[in-house]
């Protein structure tokens, strides 16, 4: 997994743990979060005990899910990315935590993963993640995965673009069935058109070249003008195309392979069915 260090060298350069780029972080993670809450957090029931936020970066996450369960830990490897979370999104019932054994120590209804398992480039490693949220999901409890894949595994050193298929096997060996697939758009390889016409603007590329030079006032500015776009951007779950997917996945029941295809053959029908979904490279995925 990336380590310590690498995370902290980047909340300590862009105060978060997302896109280098500016323009692009705020509006992406505006709309990762409005992705999450319609197709993860509003089917919900109302009101859930229990919620992980694995690999919290700076917890808007966690903030959110704190609306929807009475408890919520927010993990993540660095202290350094974890103060900078108690900064910005503390809440009386999220308790953030870079100790493994706190965070997966108790069952959970909820496991959120945000692009974070591209960086377990081990499938070793992986397997064993994967393996343990299986083991800590509570009755009728929940794993939601947002990844970034490929048409073929590649390995930049930090991270590794899987295949869709790839990771659907892991997750089967570990226990885990998926139960529902969502789209999402991707900001570089398949933008939305309001996306296009953000990035088009003006103010956008003057505002980002300023905030890339450190130029007091204009990130503020920047994140105001990113987010109100993004709010009325709607077609962010319309991209068929995207490489990123947002998958839900639940503890695999005793007796589920008897009647289901193997990982593999649902991985090559899923590919069959999607033969341009994951093709292409973020040069920086966060």
């Not at 692009?24 to 505006?30: A, L, P, S, V």
């Not at 919900?44 to 899910?65: E, I, K, M, T, W």
């Not at 929940?142 to 673009?161: I, P, Q």
């Amino acid at each position: 997994m990336s380590s310590a260090a690498y995370w902290t060298e980047r909340v300590r350069r862009y105060g978060h743990t997302g896109w280098s780029d500016a323009a692009t972080y705020w509006y992406d993670q505006r709309l990762r979060l409005k992705a999450i809450e319609a197709t993860v957090l509003a089917p919900l029931p109302a009101l859930q005990a229990s919620a992980l936020d694995f690999g919290c970066g700076v917890g808007d996450f966690s903030a959110a899910l704190s609306r929807r369960f009475r408890e919520v830990i927010g993990y993540d490897v660095s202290a350094d990315v974890l103060e900078r979370a108690r900064e910005l999104n503390a809440a009386p019932n999220v308790n953030y935590t870079a100790q493994l054994d706190v965070a997966l120590g108790r069952p959970h209804d909820l496991i959120l993963s945000i692009t974070v398992l591209q960086h377990v480039v081990r499938d070793e490693d992986l397997q064993t993640l994967l393996a343990r949220f299986a083991q800590q999901l509570a009755p009728g409890g929940c794993l939601a995965v947002m990844e970034t894949f490929g048409e073929a595994e590649s390995h930049a050193g930090y991270l590794k673009r899987r295949t869709l298929p790839g990771l659907l096997g892991l997750c089967a060996d570990a226990g885990l069935a998926l139960t529902a697939q969502h789209d999402f758009y991707h900001p570089s390889e398949c933008p939305t058109p309001s996306y296009r016409r953000y990035r088009s603007r003006w103010s956008v590329r003057l505002l980002g070249r300023l905030a890339a030079m450190k130029v007091p006032g204009t990130e503020g500015l920047l994140r105001r003008l990113a987010q109100r776009h993004a709010d009325t951007d709607s077609g962010y779950l319309d991209s068929a195309t995207s490489p990123t997917k947002i998958l839900l996945f639940a503890r695999r029941k005793v007796g589920w392979a008897s009647a289901h295809a193997s990982p593999a053959t649902h991985g090559t029908a899923w590919a069959e069915a999607h033969p341009t979904a994951g093709t292409g490279r973020s040069g920086d995925s966060p």
